[in-house]
Structure formats: structure tokens, C-alpha cells
């Protein structure tokens, strides 16, 4: 089962025990042996796959990471998370699972796959985006009926999930001829940015991330949803210490500055 934790990761250390001679009769005695701590080595390639709407702050992460700890290096595969989540139970190589929702961890726990100590570590919320200077006066999720051609996710897509879900809880139904389904959040907003859809709903990470490019449109967080972020280290790692690590990195304060400074929300 997915277990939920928002404290920074700890890395196992291993700790040597410190042997003590026993003292002689005489005034004399052995000199205890010095205790050892042997810490994992932090050092070598891990690939992580993580969700699209990570794809800047973890590359501004990674990149941290690797320079804090020379001889680490961190590739990443982003993608839809379901379609990450699949191709890991397929036997695409990885190390760590950083996911848009619970749900795609907790199908490859299930699996085996994957660490069932998955750690929450950012929250996210949605935003409606348009063309730039608003040019068909989007103001709520209801102006999303007649705006045009709208830019929603996958349906299976988390920020799919999340949209249909704001949608049906404002009870607004557009039209099906009207939608455009991206197949992650990145193409999803950039039917707006290409001119291809008049509007999008997005994470605000990404809205944020697209500047300039678009106008962003405020969703009221009472029809709001948010979207949790967990990651998770996969069994079949061949590079445990190094993996941990950066999952320690990104749960840890630096790691949470770089996310915020991007717009993501503290795990909850």
C-alpha cells in the first residue's frame, strides 16, 4: 500500500563497532581499536522517470545534485506517468519512480516493483491557460463551454484525471468535439502556445514555467483539485546509495526550494 511520508529521507549507515581490548593486570592496558563508519558511496549514473510536469525543476535539481556530489550523475526519462509506470513494468530500466499521482506507485508496489516507502514530496493545483492577453476573455472554468477549442490531458493522464475531475465538480461539460487531449501535461499546454486551442487547464507549474507564452486563469481552490507527488525507489536499482541519495536531495530543504521556486506546493 502507498505509505505517505513528508520528512526528508534518511540514508542508512552502516556503523562499524568500536572493539575494546581488555586491560592486563598491569598498569598497562590496550589501546581500543578506532571506530569505523563506512558511509555508502554517493557516485555513478542512476536514471530517474519522472512525471513532465517535473521535467525543469528536477533538471535544476539533478543538476544540484551532481554537483554536490562529484562522480553522480542523474539522467532522466519524463514522460506521462502512466506511461512511465508502463514502461517500468515492462522492464525499461530505472532507479527511481517520481510520479503526478499515488496511484501509478501504488500499481508498480503492487507489481513488486517498486519501494513501498514511498515518500510524498510536492503538491501541485491546476490553472486554466490561454492565448496571451486572455483574447476570448476566459474567467472561469464555466467560459471553457464556448471558449473554443480547449487542451485537456489524456484522460488517463494524471492531469487528465485532475481536470475531469474540476470540471464535473463545477458541473461544466464542454463539448466533446471541442477537446483536444495532449498526451502529458507539456503537450497539453502546447496546443495553446502553438496556436492549436484557444485554452488548457495545466498544472500552475507549468503555467508558470510557460511565462510570457500564455495567460494564466486562477482556478478557485474550492473547485480546485491537487495533485500529489510521490517517488519511490524501484527494487531492481543497481545503484541503491546513489538512488537513496537523491531521493534524500529532493524530500530534503534544498531539494523542496528548488520545487517551490518553480511553483510547486509542500507536501501535505
Known amino acids: 500500500m502507498f505509505a505517505r511520508r513528508t520528512g526528508a529521507a534518511a540514508l542508512a549507515l552502516v556503523a562499524g563497532t568500536a572493539l575494546v581490548a581488555c586491560g592486563s593486570s598491569s598498569s598497562s592496558a590496550s589501546k581500543p581499536k578506532t571506530s569505523t563508519t ?117 484522460e488517463t493522464v494524471p492531469c487528465g484525471k485532475y481536470a475531469d475531475q474540476v470540471l464535473t465538480s463545477a458541473g461544466v461539460t464542454i463539448p466533446t468535439d471541442k477537446i483536444t487531449r495532449g498526451a502529458d501535461v507539456k503537450a497539453t499546454l502546447a496546443a495553446v502556445t502553438t496556436g492549436d486551442a484557444d485554452a488548457a487547464i495545466v498544472y500552475v507549474t507549468d503555467a508558470k514555467t510557460a511565462g510570457s507564452a500564455v495567460t494564466a486563469v486562477t482556478i478557485p481552490d474550492d473547485q480546485n483539485a491537487i495533485a500529489t507527488y510521490p517517488i519511490a525507489v524501484l527494487k531492481a536499482t543497481g545503484n541503491a546509495p546513489t538512488t537513496q541519495a537523491f531521493v534524500a536531495y529532493v524530500v530534503g530543504p534544498k531539494g523542496q526550494a528548488t520545487l517551490k521556486s518553480y511553483g510547486f506546493l509542500p507536501p501535505t
Open 38 to 154: 563506512t558511509e555508502p558511496k554517493v557516485t555513478g549514473t542512476i536514471t530517474v522517470s519522472a512525471a513532465a510536469s517535473l521535467t525543469e525543476a528536477f533538471g535544476k535539481i539533478g543538476t544540484d545534485f551532481s554537483t554536490a556530489n562529484p562522480g553522480a550523475t542523474v539522467t532522466f526519462n519524463f514522460g506521462s506517468s502512466g506511461t512511465l509506470a508502463t514502461q517500468i513494468q515492462q522492464g525499461a530500466p530505472a532507479d527511481a519512480f517520481a510520479s503526478a499521482d499515488p496511484a501509478n506507485v501504488d500499481t508498480l508496489i503492487q507489481a513488486g516493483l517498486v519501494d513501498d516507502r514511498a515518500t510524498v514530496f510536492a503538491n501541485n493545483k491546476l490553472v486554466i491557460v490561454t492565448k496571451p492577453g486572455n483574447p476570448k476573455h476566459v474567467k472561469t472554468l464555466a467560459d471553457l463551454v464556448t471558449v473554443g477549442v480547449v487542451s485537456l490531458c489524456g
